[in-house]
């Protein structure tokens, strides 16, 4: 029933900014790791980035020292910030949760998925 709602994909221009958000639409109990996916037109899926409860991050490093993820806890809100967007850039984003299966860890619970939103970054 709770689904992960993306915002902030659009157009815009090479160089240029972007924001993207991810909220529940509900509740999500025992949040570990919030992060972003992307599928580029005739590639896989791939991390882009995430951000664990504790801080900590993994950056894929083809957005290194662009893209900069954070989260706000108090809202279970996942952001993506996009600078010196690059027309390769270009993909559909996914917003990705994943929580744990007890307070005290116990491996991986559940793990939700958004929509996906469209960035297109042109030259």
């Known amino acids: 029933q709770v689904q992960l709602v993306e915002s902030g994909g659009g157009l815009v221009q090479a160089g240029g900014s972007l924001r993207l958000s991810c909220a529940p639409s509900?509740?999500?109990?025992?949040?570990?790791?919030m992060g972003w996916y992307r599928q580029c037109p005739g590639k896989q899926r791939e991390l882009v980035a995430a951000?664990?409860?504790?801080?900590?991050?993994n950056v894929a490093d083809s957005v290194k020292g662009r893209f900069t993820i954070s989260r706000d806890n108090a809202k279970n809100t996942v952001y993506l910030q996009m600078n010196s967007l690059k027309p390769e850039d270009t993909a559909v984003y996914y917003c990705?949760?994943?929580?744990?299966?007890?307070?005290?860890?116990?491996?991986?619970?559940?793990?939700?998925w958004g929509k996906g939103t469209l960035v297109t970054v042109s030259s």
């Open positions: 990705n949760v994943k929580t744990r299966a007890t307070i005290l860890g116990g491996g991986d619970g559940m793990d939700y």
């Open positions: 509900a509740t999500i109990f025992r949040v570990n790791v």
């Open positions: 951000i664990a409860s504790g801080g900590s991050t």
